[in-house]
């Protein structure tokens, strides 16, 4: 080979490995980026962790579950498998259909939410809040026009992890807020001081208990757990201890009841509805909070949803409203 040739080639071989490595040390950034995002924007943020302990409950629970249409979470029922490595192959198709111009403005309009998700909690932990000004300003200038889309995605994520409803407090300065889905002290902090909200955990304990039939015992509730990986006597970078939160805290706001199996011997124990929670939410409220948290609806899970509804009627002749009234 002539030597111009073959200086050429060495060079075009010196390229083809520059971009190679470049791509390779790509793809580790990327895995960086999604590990860091999922890690610190929800307390099992940890991805779909969260949705898990549903759906452990969708495979445990009372009587025969349809299986749900699922995209994010992975209930374990029958043909959720097969559902999301169809989806994984559709997604990978319609990705590399995309323009690569229009697959980046997808991926830029991602961690747009996701820096916009960050700053809202960052926010709450300081306990301020936010102006749409400065929400704007974050989501950049060619953003803006679809800064609803935005903050609706982020909203969403937020209300799904932590049981924060993102809401627009003063209209006239366009001031927002996340409020807790649930009356606990400071905004779902249980106790005085900065820091992020428990309510996503108490919600998530909630409807453990409702699926398992209105008690579960301790047992069950830590195995589930587990897999939003909150363990006990591991001290949690949201939660703190969580056994002293459940066992304790939790039980003194009069959320939940702890108490003894009726006959056990050794002692187990088991967890109730406490009367601030029956007070606060519904059945149906909290069956809602875990079809979100799955990425599904409530009637996937038939048996409990039908209990919802009874509870609502009965909720409703309470009150003795027939209609306009907050349980309807």
């Not at 809040?129 to 953003?143: A, D, N, Q, S, W």
């Not at 919600?203 to 830590?222: C, H, Q, V």
């Not at 949803?305 to 009234?325: I, P, V």
């Amino acid at each position: 080979m002539p030597r111009s040739h073959k200086s050429k080639h060495q060079a075009y071989e010196k390229r083809c490995r520059a971009r190679g490595e470049t791509q390779g040390e790509g793809a580790k950034a990327t895995a960086v980026a999604e590990e860091e995002s999922t890690s610190s924007s929800s307390p099992q943020c940890e991805g779909n962790t969260q949705s898990q302990p549903a759906a452990e409950l969708c495979s445990t629970s009372q009587g025969p579950q349809s299986t749900p249409v699922t995209t994010i979470a992975v209930i374990s029922c029958p043909g959720s498998d097969e559902a999301s490595n169809s989806q994984d192959e559709d997604t990978a198709e319609a990705s590399e259909a995309l323009p690569s111009t229009e697959s980046s403005d997808i991926d830029n309009l991602a961690k747009i939410v996701v820096f916009l998700e960050r700053f809202l909690l960052y926010k709450y932990k300081m306990k301020q809040r936010t102006l749409k000004e400065e929400m704007l300003r974050l989501v950049g200038i060619y953003y803006q026009d679809r800064f609803p889309e935005i903050l609706k995605k982020a909203s969403e994520h937020i209300e799904a992890v932590f049981a924060l409803d993102v809401r627009e407090v003063d209209s006239t300065r366009q001031l927002y807020d996340l409020v807790s889905k649930l009356k606990l002290p400071n905004n779902g902090r249980v106790r005085a001081g900065r820091g992020l909200p428990k309510t996503g955990l108490l919600m998530n304990i909630l409807g453990m208990i409702f699926i398992k039939g209105n008690r579960a015992t301790e047992e069950e509730i830590w195995r589930l757990l587990g897999l939003m990986r909150v363990y006990a006597g591991r001290k949690h970078f949201i939660y703190g201890e969580p056994k002293k939160l459940i066992t304790k805290d939790l039980v003194r706001l009069k959320y939940l009841e702890y108490r003894q199996v009726t006959g056990s011997d050794p002692p187990r124990y088991e967890f109730l509805w406490g009367p601030k929670a029956h007070l606060e939410t519904s059945k149906m409220k909290v069956l809602q909070f875990l079809a979100k948290v799955n990425d599904t609806v409530p009637t996937a899970f038939p048996i409990c949803y039908k209990e919802a509804l009874q509870d609502e009627e009965e909720r409703t002749r309470a009150t003795g409203c027939s209609k306009g009234c907050h349980y309807c």
